[in-house]
């Protein structure tokens, strides 16, 4: 996708095959920072801090973190010191189950008794496999998606498609084109009008900052909207289907998307409109079926609940938005049973949830 016409995609090998680039996504939309990371430590704390987040791309951040880490590993110790590196990965975030898709994916093709340069290469060549994945992947899903669009828009007489969506699952989430967006950017360029309410997303605002700054830049029509005003529009007939990505499905169903996604899926079953999941299947962790009891929520500091991000004299100061003497809790996640989710749309297809573990 596109920042000010030029193509860019969230994560790249540098040319002397040294570092990796990433767009650091905490200064966005105000500043687009690119960022060279050196050693898979600097991609722990990348992944942590959140300057690349979203699945798809944390899954591909931490194969390229393996790849530095084999970099930067002694000759006579690399095996155990890539081990070492990948635990860290691990434990940068705990709900996106793409990050322990990548690193076991990874660790799988390494031969234990290679040398040092035949397993940077293994891993090179496994990481780029993994972004090359992610990137037809998000395109399959906008291909799949773009025939709902097209239904409804159908249906609709050709009058304004209008989609709510939560969060950014868009290509900054993901390699490119994004999940829940795809099918969006699809529709645009196949000239079926579509009008996106963009929810803020509290609290580091990923809507209002990332989606709408994606959105603006393909020259989609949309509109910022506090998160609580999803319910009102659907009563009012503004809203013709919701699409959300996932972090973590499981293989029932139930979806564990950025905090706030469950009370959009109520208010859409309350007002019978369409609630779709667009993810990979490298997203879906097929080893638990309760999503409630079984996926990780990660709690993050209290003070990107308390604080938020401006930018002020060109550089971005966090700023107080809260009484901050107040106890604050700041879950990343929350889960949406599988029985509010009309379908799943993958690049495999679009399922209904219980459908999903008879396709693999």
Known sequence: MKIKGIHLETIMLSENGLNIQIIDQRHLPFKLLLTNIHTADEMYLAIKDMAVRGAPLIGAAAAWGLYLS???????????FIQQKANLLRSSRPTAVNLFYAIDR????????????????????????IQNDERYNSIAIGKNGLEIIRAISKNKNGKTVNILTHCNAG??????????????????NDNIPIHVWVDETRPRNQGSRLTAFELENENIPHTIIADNTGGHLMQHGLVDLVIVGCDRMTANGDAANKIG??????????????????????????????????IP???????????????????????????????????AFDVTPARLITAVITEKGVFKPNELI???
């Not at 290509?171 to 645009?188: K, S, V």
């Open 70 to 80: 084999a970099l930067n590993a002694p000759f006579n110790d690399v095996f155990s």
């Open 106 to 129: 990874v660790l799988k093709r390494i031969p234990i008794n290679a040398d040092k340069f035949k397993i940077i290469e293994i891993i090179k060549k496994e990481a780029i496999a």
């Open 171 to 188: 290509w900054l989430a993901c390699i490119d084109y994004g999940t829940a967006t795809a099918p969006m950017y699809l529709a645009n």
């Open 261 to 294: 996604t469950y009370l959009k899926a109520l208010a859409a079953f309350d007002n019978k409109l369409p609630f779709y999941v667009a993810l990979p299947f490298s997203s879906i962790d097929f080893n638990i079926v309760d999503g409630i009891q079984n």
């Open 297 to 331: 929520i990660e709690l993050r500091d209290k003070n990107e609940v308390l604080y938020t991000d401006v930018w002020y004299e060109n550089r971005l100061i966090s700023a107080s938005s809260s009484n901050t003497t107040s106890p604050a809790a700041n879950y």
């Open 358 to 360: 008879n396709s693999i």
